[in-house]
């Protein structure tokens, strides 16, 4: 399931040497899928606390509003 | 000047092309956890978090590119993933049990490369068998 639904490999590898300042810099394998599992557990934990904030307004859908509320907590813990 | 135009056009077109597979890929992360969860996520949500998520990213890679870099290392490992879910105690754990198991996985993985070819001999020598017995 998570390889259905997760980051793949190419992705994550394109997305950080957009933004390496030295060309030389490389990404072992293994950190490549470890990174890939970490930038699904960014997104699952955004979705899962824009829903918790969600449910405490008691609504039935995740809006940017209540996004904008957990956003600050999530960028500190990440 | 026109080439460094056509550069930057290319360069801005690879950043949408990539912004286009993180959306897509939070959108269905995004549909896993509504279904999970029985609470739908607006449109401008999953464009929201994915935007983050393509921000974020240049923080963590250049994280990661420091960290190497401190370690005399141009090849960004797994300890330098570690050191950046180093904020958040629960995370570290899991990504650190995480590794554990990718590490284990790769093992084996190996482990049954060196095997396999000798599966192979088994597999071609199998139908012979068969046919004798036949």
Redesign the interface.
């Given at each position: 399931m998570e390889e259905?639904?997760?980051?793949?490999k190419e992705?994550v590898s394109?997305?950080?040497?957009?933004?390496?300042?030295?060309c030389?810099?490389?990404?072992?394998?293994?950190?490549l899928?470890?990174?890939a599992?970490?930038?699904?557990?960014?997104?699952?934990e955004?979705?899962?606390r824009?829903?918790c904030q969600?449910?405490a307004e008691d609504?039935?859908?995740?809006?940017?509003d209540?996004?904008e509320k957990v956003?600050p907590q999530l960028?500190?813990?990440? | 000047m026109e080439e460094v135009g056509a550069e930057e056009q290319q360069r801005f077109c690879q950043r949408q092309r990539l912004k286009a597979a993180v959306h897509y890929t939070v959108g269905c992360l995004c549909q896993e956890v509504a279904s999970d969860k029985q609470v739908q996520f607006s449109k401008q949500t999953i464009a929201a978090i994915s935007e983050v998520t393509f921000r974020q990213c240049e923080n963590f890679a250049k994280d990661l590119e420091m960290f190497a870099r401190h370690a005399k290392r141009s090849t960004i490992t797994t300890e330098d993933v570690k050191l950046l879910a180093r904020r958040s105690n629960s995370l570290l754990k899991y990504i650190t049990e995480k590794n554990e198991e990718i590490a284990q996985l790769n093992l084996e993985r190996k482990a049954k490369k060196k095997r396999k070819p000798e599966d192979g001999n088994k597999d071609s020598l199998e139908p012979d068998v068969d046919v004798g017995e036949q």
């Open positions: 259905t639904s997760g980051f793949r992705l394109r997305l950080l040497h957009l933004h390496f300042r030295d030389k810099t490389k990404v072992s394998g293994d950190a899928q470890l990174m599992e970490f930038l699904r557990i960014f997104v699952v955004a979705a899962a824009g829903v969600a449910q609504l039935d859908v995740v809006n940017v209540q996004l956003l960028l500190l813990d990440f | -």
